[in-house]
């Protein structure tokens, strides 16, 4: 049936492939944004330039690091280790920047939340374009997730399925934690009623700045799990962002497994477009979102607010 | 202390301001150009302000009405030779089309979520920018004639480019200003401050932000058109996301739902960009912290503030 449209399995399955992997993205960063929006009622518009630091600092700690600490041999710091360094540093930074900006806002109307984190977006950005321009740098994929299996005329390289495996396990983790453990519980009830919860004892704005860098430290491991597929360059995070939005549009920020099922499911419909309807794929998720908004306004998991 | 109203709602500050901004050609300090530019950019922060400030709606994307207005413009009087006051009006009504194609879409969500949707859309636009045959890809559509305003009025020279853009910006702003004080405008106004009030009251609340919309994207649209005249070009750059920051910034730094700021954040702002067009990152870092500092500890804006201080309506 597919020769019959021009399409082989293998590409199918190898669009499938890069679907389930932009779609991983998708969940993993909607995911954070949905967290963050939930308790602090801002929409994080740093979210892709922390998503860019993250894959930043990985190529940074691979090929400059070295030169910068004076160390001639090739002081490289690994991927692996990044994974865990990357997105501990980002937090660092962004519960910072929620200490001394964000904060101040939070009394106010949830656009000035916006407009904050979207002048701090273009801050990051800039000065990364005013350091490494715009080029991308490329980043090897570490060795011990070189090649890939091989089945029945099909090549999957083992770094992507890397990718979607930690990306899920990730996800998941985050689920349970938030739906299913004693401290999540605290979580969801700040997103429901933070004053009640302050109430009981609870320390509300430590948890709200604790949350805010755990969501963008999301971004930040998302960010180095894209830095050996992607190019490595400052603007990767703006134009992700844009389309994360729609995600989130799409899927609504109420509910956590709503946020990595819309985020997966949308990464691979854009796969599918690719194979069936190329021209499409770069604006087959705002086609989905117009449809959303027809038909479903309040989104797929959202409530109507 | 009502004071008898002048004609077309003038008042003594806008005379002033308009006649010292007609005397610009006779002086050779501040560049006509640069004022032409700052006139197209000052309406394309109206239009916004329209929205953000009088309807309290944060629209994204308003780049979208800006650029297809800029390149539908520039596309009928080069390729068509239409003349340029026809041009404007093609330009107007696609993107007041295109506005309420997204108006009828982002209305159906509030707040942050309406940021949002109209951000995508406008994404939408700039993609089919880079696909269509007619704009050129990255080149865009360069050497856009000015042509001859109504066939008689040549406008190659910049001195009647320069009157005819302070018409356009003088048109904009007595209709955005009548549109603002007319008792649709206090329902947009009542919508900002409460909406489920203005509801309760009876008022048919989408319908007034879908016409807002309207308008602010024909605005946008003007503001657009009349840019690819002064420059003769439309550009990628024109609906890409960055130019929808822009805006917001200028609105913002002038000061939001005040008459006049929006017209002194698009002059400071144009003319930082020619300043920093040349360094790279740091027109987009110096936007950034600008969008911060704004944010953080300026809100009123500078026309907004200087209001507040004299007590005074601007």
């Known amino acids: 049936m597919f020769e019959l449209l021009g399409i082989t399995p293998q590409s199918l399955v190898a669009q499938l492939l890069i679907g389930l992997i932009n779609g991983s993205f998708y969940a993993l960063l909607s995911l954070g944004l949905a967290v963050i929006f939930g308790l602090l009622n801002v929409i994080n518009f740093t979210h892709g330039a922390q998503y860019m630091l993250g894959a930043m600092l990985t190529w940074i700690g691979l090929n400059e690091l070295g030169n910068w600490l004076g160390i001639e041999d090739g002081f490289q710091i690994s991927y692996f280790v990044m994974l865990l360094i990357a997105p501990l540093l980002v937090g660092a930074f962004s519960i910072v920047l929620e200490k001394t900006m964000l904060k101040r806002l939070y009394h106010l109307d949830h656009l000035y939340g916006l407009l904050l984190t979207f002048g701090c977006a273009l801050v990051i950005e800039g000065l990364f374009r005013h350091w490494y321009g715009v080029l991308g740098e490329s980043y090897p994929v570490p060795e011990m997730l070189e090649g890939g299996l091989r089945v029945s005329g099909l090549y999957l390289p083992y770094y992507r399925l890397w990718v979607v495996a930690l990306a899920l396990i990730v996800c998941f983790g985050t689920w349970y934690f938030i739906e299913r453990t004693k401290l999540g519980s605290m979580l969801r009830a700040g997103t429901e009623n933070p004053k009640l919860l302050q109430a009981f004892g609870v320390n509300v704005p430590l948890m709200i700045t604790l949350t805010y860098g755990a969501g963008c430290a999301l971004a930040a491991f998302a960010g180095v799990l894209a830095a050996p597929i992607y190019q490595v360059t400052a603007v990767m995070g703006s134009n992700l962002i844009i389309v994360v939005f729609a995600v989130v549009v799409i899927g609504g920020m109420g509910s956590i497994a709503g946020s990595i099922v819309t985020g997966l499911a949308l990464g691979v419909i854009e796969g599918l477009t690719k194979v069936f309807y190329p021209e499409a794929s770069s604006v087959s998720i705002f086609v989905i979102m117009i449809l959303v908004l027809l038909f479903k306004p309040a989104g797929l998991f959202g409530k109507v607010r | ?17 308009l006649a010292l901004l007609a005397l610009v050609p006779l002086q050779s300090f501040v560049y006509d150009l640069f004022m032409m530019k700052v006139f197209c950019f000052a309406i394309f922060a109206m239009s916004l302000n329209l929205l953000l400030g009088y309807t309290g709606l944060l629209s994204f994307g308003h780049a979208a009405f800006f650029g297809s207005a800029a390149y539908v413009t520039s596309h009928v009087v080069k390729e068509w030779g239409l003349t ?12 007041a089309g295109l506005g309420y ?14 940021a949002m949707i109209t951000l995508a859309l406008a994404q939408v636009i700039y993609f089919l920018a880079t696909q269509l045959p007619f704009t050129n890809g990255e080149d865009g559509i360069q050497g856009v004639p000015r042509g001859a305003l109504f066939g008689v009025i040549d406008l190659t020279d910049s001195t009647p480019m320069y009157y005819f853009s302070l018409a356009v910006f003088a048109l904009a702003f007595l209709l955005i200003r009548r549109i603002v004080n007319s008792p649709f405008g206090q329902v947009l106004k009542s919508i900002r401050e409460n909406e489920p009030r203005a ?15 309207v308008l602010s994207a024909g605005f946008a649209g003007l503001a657009g058109g009349l840019k690819a005249y002064v420059l003769q070009l439309a550009s990628l750059s024109d609906v890409h ?24 954040g698009a002059a400071i702002v144009v003319n930082l960009n020619n300043y920093l067009a040349n360094l790279g990152g740091w027109s987009t870092i110096t936007m950034g912290v600008i969008f911060v500092v ?3 500890a300026f809100r009123r804006g500078i026309v907004g503030e200087i209001a507040h201080r004299l007590k005074i309506k601007l």
């Open chain 2, 294 to 296: 704004c944010v953080l």
């Open chain 2, 101 to 114: 194609v997204f108006g009828s879409l982002a209305i159906r969500r509030q707040g942050i979520y309406f």
């Open chain 2, 1 to 17: 202390m009502q004071t008898k109203p002048m004609p077309f709602g003038l008042d003594k500050t806008t005379i002033v301001i």
């Open chain 2, 199 to 213: 509801i309760s009251l009876g008022f048919d609340v989408d319908r007034y932000k879908l016409v807002a919309f």
């Open chain 2, 241 to 264: 996301w960055h130019t929808s920051g822009e805006v917001v910034l200028m609105t913002i730094l002038g000061g939001i739902g005040t008459l006049w700021g929006p017209v002194a």
């Open chain 2, 84 to 95: 340029p006051e026809l041009g404007l009006l093609v330009g107007v009504s696609v993107s």
